[in-house]
């Protein structure tokens, strides 16, 4: 498997392009949603073709629809492999969700049930994805807002099984693990023990905005449009502690700040990442 | 292997994300096992309003002209009517400018639905394939014993938006930073709009009469000859020379050839 | 071959004019990258989901074009609003806002 760097990275914009192309470069990597560069041409291409001879890539699929029930749509794999191809990424990963039904597209990364039928849909179409493309993919796990009365598996042990039956890969998105414990009323510092942290092969840290439940209680949005929250951060250096310094992605898509912001938040990554090899270093 | 429960699980979801008046799926609950609405609307809303914002990007001097309420509220309805049917939003939501006609409140805004077919052809030229445009110069290395035989090669970027209306000087007055009072606009011309884009940059510009008629015929592989005369029979005041000297300079063509003398017109060379 | 619609001379005459004026008129498309670079299209496709979701897009209202309460009030205005005879169609086509109306297909 290629490998992104143990370094920062953040998630491109096209309003970033002039300061990443003129300005010293303070990340290591960059990512970029799969579907934003399936046009045939013009400047995304350029813009990613750009990118790539600066840094390695990371290409991140956000309509695959992996958890669909009717099964992957051939003609949406067959451009992401056209994308995969083209632009050589040092990583490819999607989500443990769906987003389409059969002809409609809904543009959100919908919650799959934790049951057997379920389990062996993704396992199938991991398994299509990867002897697709050739390559293996990393399977984030998701923010949720709702359960379903029908999950048979917890969560951690539902990516387990997948990662275990089809040798994928790990994006381990720690915001995504704190929305989902609040929402979900779970552990978060367990789900992170428990996580098979040597399948990790990319972290995603964001932003999230509170809201509330049917009963008032707190409901956290992953909102992507601010700054990551500060117990955020805590967990990731409680994740990077156990799987050791990893590529690390600023995940900001709304409310898009400044270069400089977005950097600084790199920079905090480096520095969690700094310190646990530091720690590493004493504990030697 | 049928997943016949998790595709009936997902088609009720999609059904109940798609109507509001519609109640959350079976099934869907809080972590107690409760019955969670208000935690399953955050789905609904994610859909309606991602797609809303993607109609918003790509029509954002259609929502100008209209102010931000009016164009959200007729977005939702638009998007919820014909929601994407593949994953890449770039290509979703060329269907705004049909939906706007049909659409009684949008009436009294005669041209916005031009203006939408400008910023739709916008949207495709700048995902269009890239090619090397033509320079003007290149031209006059056309033998002139073959300028008959001379077929123009149209860059994959153009298109052309035909209007009744001053579409384009309205779309130019109403872009992001420009003043809509800096310009009068004279409403009894109509404007036929190029849309190319040679390089980085999306190129707009007028086209002179006959413009539209010339672009469409050369689109089709004819021969100029044939093209222009076609652009004459359309209209007899087309200006086959401001047309070409436009062209050239948007940089709408990559090239030419030259069609075999003997051979007959039509569908050789279509595209 | 068959018949010719237009002169060759026509034609080459046209063409000579084109490229003429196309070479000594400076073209508006010929701005550098880094202009270019300001006009870029956001990418559409993301993995968020919007804040305050639970509230932005479940009035019911807004679904129902019986119950439509949005007017224009952006910059069309300036064009809509102020006098109507602004909207006679050009060229020979008769007719105004409201006969553009009354062909509308109702909702």
């Given at each position: 498997?290629?490998?992104?760097?143990?370094?920062?990275?953040?998630?491109?914009?096209?309003?970033?392009?002039t300061?990443?192309?003129?300005?010293?470069?303070?990340?290591?990597?960059?990512?970029?949603?799969?579907?934003?560069y399936?046009?045939?041409?013009?400047?995304?291409?350029?813009?990613?073709?750009?990118?790539?001879?600066?840094?390695?890539?990371?290409?991140?699929?956000?309509?695959?629809?992996?958890?669909a029930?009717?099964?992957?749509?051939?003609?949406?794999?067959?451009?992401?492999?056209?994308?995969?191809?083209?632009?050589?990424?040092a990583?490819?990963?999607?989500?443990?969700?769906?987003?389409?039904?059969?002809?409609?597209?809904?543009?959100?990364?919908?919650?799959?049930?934790?049951?057997?039928?379920?389990?062996?849909?993704?396992?199938?179409?991991?398994?299509?994805?990867?002897?697709?493309?050739?390559?293996?993919?990393?399977?984030?796990?998701?923010?949720?807002?709702?359960?379903?009365?029908?999950s048979?598996?917890?969560?951690?042990?539902?990516?387990?099984?997948?990662?275990?039956?089809?040798?994928c890969?790990?994006?381990?998105?720690?915001?995504?693990?704190?929305?989902s414990?609040?929402?979900?009323?779970?552990?978060?510092?367990?789900?992170?023990?428990?996580?098979?942290?040597?399948?990790v092969?990319?972290?995603?840290?964001?932003g999230?905005?509170?809201?509330?439940?049917?009963?008032?209680?707190?409901?956290?949005?992953?909102?992507?449009?601010?700054?990551?929250?500060?117990?955020?951060?805590?967990?990731?250096?409680?994740?990077?502690?156990?799987?050791?310094?990893v590529?690390?992605?600023?995940?900001?898509?709304?409310?898009?700040?400044?270069?400089?912001?977005?950097?600084?938040?790199?920079?905090?990554?480096?520095?969690?990442?700094?310190?646990?090899?530091?720690?590493?270093?004493?504990?030697? | 292997?049928?997943?016949?429960?998790?595709?009936?699980?997902?088609?009720?979801?999609?059904?109940?994300?798609?109507?509001?008046?519609?109640?959350?799926?079976?099934?869907v609950?809080?972590?107690?096992?409760?019955?969670?609405?208000?935690?399953?609307?955050?789905?609904?809303?994610?859909?309606?309003?991602?797609?809303?914002?993607?109609?918003?990007?790509?029509?954002?001097?259609?929502?100008?002209?209209?102010?931000?309420?009016?164009?959200?509220?007729?977005?939702?309805?638009?998007?919820?009517?014909?929601?994407?049917?593949?994953p890449?939003?770039?290509?979703?939501?060329?269907?705004l400018?049909?939906?706007?006609?049909?659409?009684?409140?949008?009436?009294?805004?005669?041209?916005?639905?031009?203006?939408?077919?400008?910023?739709?052809?916008?949207?495709?030229?700048?995902?269009?394939?890239?090619?090397e445009?033509?320079?003007?110069?290149?031209?006059?290395?056309?033998?002139?014993?073959?300028?008959?035989?001379?077929?123009?090669?149209?860059?994959?970027?153009?298109?052309?938006?035909?209007?009744?209306?001053?579409?384009?000087?309205?779309?130019?007055?109403?872009?992001?930073?420009?003043?809509?009072?800096a310009?009068?606009?004279?409403?009894?011309?109509?404007?036929?709009?190029?849309?190319?884009?040679?390089?980085?940059?999306?190129?707009l510009?007028?086209?002179?009469?006959?413009?539209?008629a010339?672009?469409?015929?050369?689109?089709r592989?004819?021969?100029?000859?044939?093209?222009?005369?076609?652009a004459?029979?359309?209209?007899?005041?087309?200006?086959?020379?401001?047309?070409?000297?436009?062209?050239?300079?948007?940089?709408?063509?990559?090239?030419?050839?030259?069609?075999?003398?003997?051979?007959?017109?039509?569908p050789?060379?279509?595209? | 071959?068959?018949?010719?619609?237009?002169?060759?001379?026509?034609?080459?005459?046209?063409?000579?004019?084109?490229?003429?004026?196309?070479?000594?008129?400076?073209?508006?498309?010929?701005?550098?990258?880094?202009?270019?670079?300001?006009?870029?299209?956001?990418?559409?496709?993301?993995?968020?989901?919007?804040?305050?979701?639970?509230?932005?897009?479940?009035?019911?209202?807004?679904?129902?074009?019986?119950?439509?309460?949005?007017?224009?009030?952006?910059?069309c205005?300036?064009?809509g609003t102020?006098?109507?005879?602004?909207?006679?169609?050009?060229?020979?086509?008769?007719?105004?806002?409201?006969?553009?109306?009354?062909?509308?297909?109702?909702?």
């Open positions: 498997m290629t490998h992104l760097p143990a370094r920062a990275g953040v998630g491109f914009k096209p309003e970033h392009f300061a990443i192309v003129t300005e010293p470069l303070p990340v290591g990597w960059f990512e970029v949603h799969a579907e934003n399936m046009g045939a041409g013009g400047p995304p291409h350029r813009m990613l073709d750009a990118l790539r001879a600066l840094a390695p890539i990371s290409v991140h699929g956000v309509g695959l629809s992996i958890g029930g009717r099964g992957l749509d051939p003609r949406h794999l067959a451009r992401l492999k056209a994308v995969v191809d083209r632009f050589q990424p990583m490819v990963s999607e989500h443990l969700a769906w987003s389409s039904h059969g002809d409609t597209y809904l543009n959100d990364l919908l919650p799959v049930p934790y049951d057997g039928a379920t389990l062996a849909r993704v396992v199938e179409h991991i398994d299509t994805v990867q002897s697709t493309l050739g390559r293996p993919m990393l399977l984030e796990n998701p923010s949720t807002y709702v359960a379903f009365a029908g048979t598996w917890d969560e951690v042990d539902f990516i387990a099984e997948v990662a275990r039956r089809t040798g890969g790990l994006l381990l998105d720690v915001n995504n693990v704190w929305v414990s609040i929402n979900q009323q779970r552990d978060p510092i367990d789900y992170l023990a428990r996580f098979p942290v040597d399948k092969g990319e972290i995603h840290l964001a999230h905005a509170p809201d509330t439940d049917d009963d008032g209680r707190p409901l956290l949005i992953d909102a992507h449009d601010r700054a990551v929250a500060d117990v955020v951060w805590d967990l990731y250096a409680r994740a990077i502690a156990s799987t050791g310094p590529a690390t992605l600023i995940e900001w898509d709304n409310d898009i700040p400044a270069w400089p912001v977005l950097a600084v938040e790199a920079a905090k990554a480096e520095a969690v990442m700094a310190l646990a090899r530091r720690g590493a270093a004493h504990a030697a | 292997m049928p997943h016949e429960s998790l595709e009936n699980l997902q088609a009720g979801f999609t059904a109940a994300l798609l109507d509001a008046g519609a109640p959350a799926p079976d099934g609950v809080d972590p107690a096992g409760r019955p969670a609405p208000r935690r399953f609307n955050v789905y609904r809303n994610n859909v309606v309003v991602s797609l809303t914002e993607a109609l918003a990007d790509t029509y954002p001097v259609v929502a100008r002209l209209v102010g931000e309420d009016f164009f959200r509220a007729m977005a939702r309805l638009a998007a919820l009517e014909a929601p994407p049917s593949s890449v939003l770039l290509q979703w939501g060329g269907d400018a049909r939906f706007i006609e049909q659409f009684e409140p949008a009436a009294m805004v005669p041209y916005l639905a031009d203006v939408a077919r400008i910023e739709w052809a916008y949207v495709e030229a700048y995902h269009a394939a890239d090619a445009p033509m320079p003007a110069s290149a031209l006059a290395q056309v033998p002139e014993d073959r300028i008959d035989d001379l077929i123009l090669l149209l860059h994959p970027s153009v298109r052309v938006v035909a209007s009744q209306w001053p579409a384009l000087s309205i779309y130019a007055a109403n872009v992001a930073g420009a003043d809509p009072n310009v009068a606009i004279d409403f009894q011309q109509g404007e036929d709009v190029l849309i190319a884009r040679p390089d980085w940059a999306v190129d510009r007028q086209l002179p009469v006959g413009g539209a010339l672009v469409a015929a050369l689109g592989g004819l021969r100029l000859g044939t093209a222009a005369a076609i004459g029979f359309a209209d007899p005041a087309a200006d086959l020379a401001r047309s070409i000297a436009v062209l050239l300079q948007a940089g709408a063509f990559t090239g030419f050839r030259l069609a075999d003398p003997n051979q007959e017109q039509t050789e060379g279509m595209t | 071959m068959s018949a010719k619609l237009l002169s060759t001379a026509l034609i080459a005459g046209a063409l000579a004019t084109a490229i003429s004026a196309a070479s000594t008129t400076p073209s508006a498309a010929a701005g550098d990258k880094e202009k270019c670079y300001g006009i870029s299209l956001k990418g559409k496709n993301d993995c968020k989901a919007g804040a305050g979701t639970t509230c932005a897009g479940t009035s019911t209202v807004d679904y129902q074009g019986n119950a439509w309460k949005y007017v224009p009030t952006g910059t205005a300036m064009y102020t006098t109507k005879a602004e909207f006679m169609l050009p060229g020979d086509r008769k007719g105004g806002l409201d006969e553009l109306k009354r062909d509308l297909p109702k909702m």
